[in-house]
């Protein structure tokens, strides 16, 4: 299984930018999706997380109402709309995927994960 994240960029402060995630693997389709990110200095943080189907997602209460997390299965592809750019949203973000899941679930918790993207860079001026 791999993960390609890109898309990643410098914007201004206000602009949107979108990232997606390049998966291998038949199984696809049966696997949790999450978005993570890490801004140096700091520990790794969840971003947003997307079911099996797409029928349901979550976010982290930070990008809750700007990001937008979403799936394309017969493309093997997983997507974050990025809207309104902070500064504080600049980050390496990572795809990750969790073949374990079960249908529905939307998984928050890094440890839950098995398979994890290379990181693209977003950088947000002011």
């Known amino acids: 299984v791999q993960l390609q994240a890109f898309g990643g960029g410098l914007v201004q402060a206000g602009g949107s930018l979108r990232l997606s995630c390049a998966a291998s693997?038949?199984?696809?389709?049966?696997?949790?999706m999450g978005w993570f990110r890490q801004a140096p200095g700091k520990e790794r943080e969840y971003v947003a997380a997307i079911s099996w189907a797409g029928t349901r997602k979550h976010y982290a209460n930070s990008v809750k109402g700007r990001f937008g997390i979403s799936r394309d299965n017969g493309e093997n592809m997983v997507y974050l709309q990025m809207n309104n750019l902070k500064p504080e949203d600049t980050a390496v973000y990572y795809c990750a995927a969790d073949d374990n899941a079960v249908p529905g679930a939307v998984v928050v918790e890094s440890n839950a994960y098995d398979y994890w993207g290379q990181g693209t860079l977003v950088t947000v001026s002011s």
């Open positions: 693997g038949r199984r696809f389709s049966s696997w949790a």
